[in-house]
């Protein structure tokens, strides 16, 4: 049962980032930071979705690691972006 639904959350996870990057190349957004936001916002998605009710399986345990590492990523594009956006004064 559980390796059924490690493949059904690496399909969701995998299903909802080649979506996203289909979306952001038709539309002519594609930047490597809005494909991290994307697939991260994909990630968060599929985690809520596919999580048991009752048991938390041992792999799951290792998902709150990826989690953590995307949003430390997360705040490096903010403050990149953030920075970006200040004048040169501030910083």
Request: glycine share 6%; aromatic share 14%; net charge positive.
């Amino acid at each position: 049962m559980s390796v059924a639904r490690q493949y059904q959350f690496v399909s969701g996870v995998l299903a909802w980032t080649l979506a996203g990057l289909f979306v952001l190349v038709a539309t002519g957004w594609l930047t490597y930071e809005l494909f991290f936001v994307v697939s991260l916002i994909g990630v968060l998605i599929v985690v809520e979705f596919t999580s048991p009710i009752h048991v938390r399986p041992p792999w799951r345990k290792r998902v709150r690691w990826l989690i953590l590492v995307g949003i430390a990523g997360f705040l490096v594009v903010l403050a990149r972006r953030t920075a970006a956006v200040l004048p040169a004064e501030v910083i």
